[in-house]
C-alpha cells in the first residue's frame, strides 16, 4: 500500500501528459484499494482550488452587491465534489462497456485504473479558472491512450467508445429531452 508521499510523486509524475507505455506499469494495482486512495487524494488535492473560487466568487458578488453566501456556496461545492464518486463509477462502467462491446480486452479493474490515473490532470487541476479546460483535455488524451494501450485496440475505436458514441448518446437525450419541455409561456 502507497503512503501519502508516494501517492503524492505518483499524482505528480500523472498530472501532464502521460507516455502511453507507462499504462502498463500504471495498471498493474491487484484492487480497487490503491487506486480509490489515489482518486480520494487527487480530489482532496483539488479543494484548495474549490476554495478558492468560491473566495472569489463571494468576493465578486461582494463587489457587485450581489447576495453570495461563501460557507454554503463552498459546502456546496466539497459535497458536489464527494458525490460525483460514485456518479464517477457508474460513468466508468457505460465507458468500460463501450470499450468491450468495441473489441477492448482488459477487465474493469484495469478500465478502472487508466480512468483515474490517466485522468489525474482534470481531477486536481480541471477546476481552474480559465485554464482548467486544457487540463482536462490533458486528462482525456491520456484516459483515450491508456483505454488504447490497456485494452490494446487501435486508437479510432477508443476514441469512438470514450468520445464519439458518449456525445451522441448526450446529444440524442437532449434532444429528446428538449422535445418535451415548453419553449415559452402563452396564455
Do not use: W
Not at 35 to 50: E, G, N, Q, R, T
Not at 74 to 88: A, K, M, V
Not at 138 to 149: F, Q, T
Request: proline letters at 4%; glycine letters at 6%.
Amino acid at each position: 500500500m502507497m503512503d501519502i508521499k508516494q501517492t503524492i510523486e505518483k499524482i505528480k509524475s500523472n498530472i501532464f501528459l502521460i507516455p502511453e507505455a507507462r499504462f502498463d506499469e500504471l495498471t498493474k494495482d491487484v484492487s480497487y484499494k490503491e487506486s480509490f486512495i489515489y482518486l480520494v487524494a487527487c480530489l482532496a488535492l483539488s479543494l484548495p482550488i474549490i476554495f478558492f473560487e468560491n473566495l472569489m466568487s463571494y468576493k465578486s458578488a461582494y463587489f457587485l452587491g450581489l447576495s453570495n453566501p461563501f460557507f454554503g456556496s463552498l459546502f456546496f461545492s466539497i459535497f458536489s465534489n464527494l458525490f460525483s464518486i460514485p456518479i464517477f463509477y457508474i460513468f466508468l462502467g457505460i465507458q468500460h462497456t463501450l470499450l468491450k462491446l468495441l473489441g477492448g480486452k482488459a477487465n474493469f479493474l484495469k478500465s478502472t485504473q487508466v480512468f483515474i490515473y490517466g485522468g489525474t490532470s482534470g481531477l486536481v487541476l480541471g477546476s481552474l479558472p480559465l485554464i482548467g479546460l486544457i487540463f482536462s483535455l490533458v486528462s482525456l488524451s491520456n484516459i483515450v491512450l491508456g483505454a488504447k494501450r490497456v485494452h490494446n485496440i487501435s486508437l479510432l475505436k477508443a476514441i469512438l467508445a470514450l468520445i464519439i458514441i458518449p456525445v451522441l448518446i448526450v446529444t440524442i437525450i437532449l434532444i429528446f429531452i428538449l422535445q418535451f419541455i415548453p419553449m415559452g409561456y402563452t396564455r
